[in-house]
C-alpha cells in the first residue's frame, strides 16, 4: 500500500457539533468547507493554503474521538493487507473501509482524491506560528511494540531515530504530507477515567509552534483550558473536554 495522504478525523456528538467545529476552525485558521454525506454529517477544515488534512463529523452514538483517514489508491487491496498484518475489518461501506488496528484505534481506508500540497503553517498576531500536523495514537504499554510494528509495516514509514523519551516514537513522515503519526506508551489503570484508563488504543491532535505560551494563551481566549505543562508541551482540553496537545516542534518541518 501506498500512503498518498493522510487526514486527522474529529468526531463530534451531535449536540456539540457547532460549537467544536467553531473552535477548531478558529485555532486551526481555516474555513469549514459544505457539508456532505448521507446526512451532511462531514466537513473538511479547509486551510487557507495546501490540501484539506483535517476534517470533522457528526456522530449519533457515544463521545466521539479522533480517527484517522488512510488515502491510499486501492482501498479493498489496502484492507487486505492491513488485516494481514493484524488490523481488524470493522465495515467494509463499499467506498471506504473501516478498521481497528491490533491494540484498537479506528482508521479508515479512503480513495485518494489527488491531495498532494501540503499546508503551510500560519503567523498569528504577536509572530507564533502554528499548525495542527500531528496525531498521537495513545497505546496501552502492553501493545505497544506490536503497534509500532503494525503502523511502520502499514504505512512504510520508519520510526525517527529514538529521542530521550523512549515512549515516544515517530514516524518518519513522507515530506509533501502534512498530517504525522506519533505513537505514545501510555501506562494503563483500569481504575483512572478517560483515555489513561482505557484499555484500547485513543488518539489526540498535536499542534506545532514555535511559542507554546502564545499559543497557550490564543487556545485560552477561544474557551480551552491547560492541564498540563511539560519543558516542551502543554496538554490542553477543548471547549467540550477533549484533550490535545501544543508542542514545541518546528512548524514547517514538523521536527
Not at 449519533?60 to 491510499?72: A, M
Not at 488518539?203 to 491547560?226: I, K, M
Amino acid at each position: 500500500m501506498q500512503v498518498r495522504w493522510l487526514s486527522a478525523f474529529l468526531d463530534f456528538p451531535a449536540d456539540e457539533f457547532g460549537s467544536e467545529v467553531t473552535f477548531w476552525r478558529a485555532i486551526a485558521g481555516s474555513t469549514v468547507s459544505p457539508p456532505r454525506g448521507e446526512h451532511r454529517e462531514f466537513a473538511s477544515l479547509e486551510p487557507f493554503n495546501g490540501d484539506p488534512h483535517l476534517r470533522v463529523q457528526r456522530v449519533d452514538d457515544g463521545p466521539g474521538g479522533v480517527h484517522l483517514d488512510i488515502h491510499t489508491d486501492d482501498p479493498l487491496a489496502a484492507a487486505d493487507e492491513a488485516v494481514g498484518l493484524g488490523a481488524t475489518l470493522n465495515h467494509d461501506a463499499g467506498t471506504h473501509v473501516v478498521l481497528r488496528s491490533p491494540a484498537g484505534f479506528v482508521f479508515c481506508l479512503v480513495p485518494w482524491a489527488g491531495e498532494s500540497k501540503r499546508s503551510r503553517p500560519i503567523r498569528w498576531p504577536g509572530d507564533a506560528i502554528s499548525i495542527i500536523d500531528q496525531l498521537c495514537i495513545d497505546i496501552p504499554a502492553a501493545d505497544f511494540d506490536a503497534e509500532v510494528e503494525f503502523w511502520t509495516a502499514l504505512t512504510g514509514w520508519p520510526p525517527k531515530p529514538p529521542e530521550s523519551r523512549p515512549e515516544l516514537v515517530a514516524l518518519r513522515r513522507d515530506p509533501a504530507i502534512t498530517t504525522g503519526i506519533l505513537l505514545q506508551r501510555r501506562q494503563s489503570d483500569p481504575d483512572t477515567p478517560g483515555p489513561e484508563g482505557s484499555s484500547t488504543a485513543t488518539g489526540h491532535l498535536d499542534l506545532a509552534t514555535n511559542s507554546v505560551p502564545d499559543e497557550v494563551a490564543r487556545h485560552e481566549g477561544w474557551g480551552a483550558r491547560a492541564i498540563e505543562h511539560h519543558p516542551h508541551w502543554t496538554t490542553m482540553v477543548d471547549p467540550m473536554g477533549r484533550p490535545y496537545c501544543i508542542t514545541s516542534r518546528n512548524p514547517r518541518t514538523g521536527d
